[in-house]
């Protein structure tokens, strides 16, 4: 190489790009914030507004939990719209949802019997829809399909609706519609499965591809595309039950909960009404003076707020603000037990 060649080369190689970011924001508005055709794939799963029906139904009320503010179904055409303006041509959608909130999406979407030759189905928003994929839910062992709550034939599996934007095949086309894997059994929202999403990303993608999950909740998403060499984009209002793996890209300011030691044992505040009356034990109204829900003239604005939400929502919304809003120095033990509440997902009985 000649020297008149060699000071051509540029003074620093270029940075790599971006590997992965992550932001405290409403999915709708993340979505917006983006460019048109800036992603390669979205992999999502809202918090769809039929867990409220599991929610309120007999023994499922049990045995699930109440983690997170729901989205509206009126929304979910938003978000495949935006989902379609933000993909790249010729690229993949692959939604997390359930039987109920799979029929309202087809419906909305105007999905009909009529297919196209290649056996798609046009959506309204412009995507096609391709077909329902399957989690099926095993054993830990993977041995078996291990069977969850309702009484019609027990819940053991999960739907994960297939889009696609223009064309784009498969990276392998051997891979069956139905994927087993046992539940992800980590703290959080409905965490799925890495061996499910990073199927879903290995068939969809390539390396250095961007992925896009606005509603992240512990990140398997992002742990996923890294451990693929996929460059991914991570969103949600609350990132408290983030993978410990990726709190160095959270905010500074993001309480990422799960990555912090909970020493307590867990312990659920009492009725809010109690809290605000006064009439609840001693130890509980010290923990809601010291959280700010009391002060010497009883309810604060914060704790008039909790007692607005909506019953159903309530639930969320005490667990949100103890595992969100940042402990103070010496707590009283009690209010540690609150957040440890909040972090575990056990539920009111
Ligand atoms: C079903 S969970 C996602 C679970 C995730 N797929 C995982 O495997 O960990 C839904 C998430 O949406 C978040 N969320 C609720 N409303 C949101 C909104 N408007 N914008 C962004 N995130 C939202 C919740 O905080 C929750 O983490």
Redesign the pocket.
């Known amino acids: 190489m000649s020297e008149s060649n060699l000071l051509e080369l540029p003074f620093t190689a270029p940075p790599p790009p971006e590997p992965g970011r992550i932001v405290v ?4 508005e ?1 979505l917006r914030s983006l460019a048109p055709e800036s992603v390669d794939l979205v992999v ?4 769809y507004e039929s867990l409220q029906i599991h929610r309120a139904r007999g023994t499922t009320t049990r045995l699930t939990t109440n ?5 509206p179904n009126e929304r979910l055409p938003e978000l495949l719209r935006e989902t379609y303006r933000v993909l790249r041509p010729d690229r993949h959608f692959y939604l ?1 949802c359930d039987e109920v909130t799979a029929d309202v999406i087809k419906q909305q979407q105007k999905v009909s019997a009529a297919r196209l030759p290649n056996g798609a189905r046009k959506c309204s928003c412009g995507l096609v829809y391709w077909k329902e994929i399957v989690w099926a839910k095993t054993t830990l062992d993977g041995g078996r399909i291990r069977g969850g709550t309702g009484y019609h034939y027990r819940a053991a599996s999960e739907r994960i609706l297939f889009f696609e934007k223009g064309k784009r095949a498969l990276n392998d086309l051997g891979i069956p519609d139905v994927l087993m894997a046992p539940r ?1 059994g980590v703290p ?5 499965p890495g061996a499910v ?1 990073r199927t879903l990303i290995a068939q969809s993608t390539a390396p250095g591809d961007l992925v896009l ?9 992002g742990v996923e595309a890294r451990a693929l060499d996929r460059r991914f984009l991570l ?4 990132l408290a ?1 983030l993978d410990p793996s990726l709190a160095a890209l959270a905010p500074h300011d993001a309480i990422v909960a799960r990555a912090a030691v909970v020493m307590e044992e867990p312990a659920e505040p009492p009725e809010l009404e109690a809290l605000a009356d006064a009439s609840a034990a001693e130890d509980e109204l010290d923990a809601a003076r010291a959280c700010g829900w009391l002060d010497a003239d009883g309810a604060t604005a914060v704790l008039d707020e909790l007692l607005d939400v909506r019953p159903i929502e309530r639930e969320a919304a005490v667990r ?1 603000f103890l595992r969100t809003e940042p402990p103070r120095p010496r707590e009283p033990d009690r209010l540690r037990a609150w957040r440890a509440w909040a972090l575990s997902g056990r539920r009111r009985s």
């Open positions: 924001s409403d999915a709708f993340l999502t799963d809202p918090p983690w997170f503010a729901t989205v997390f992800a959080g929202p409905a965490v799925k999403v999950d606005p509603f992240c909740g512990s990140g398997v998403a969103g949600d209002i609350d039950y949100r």
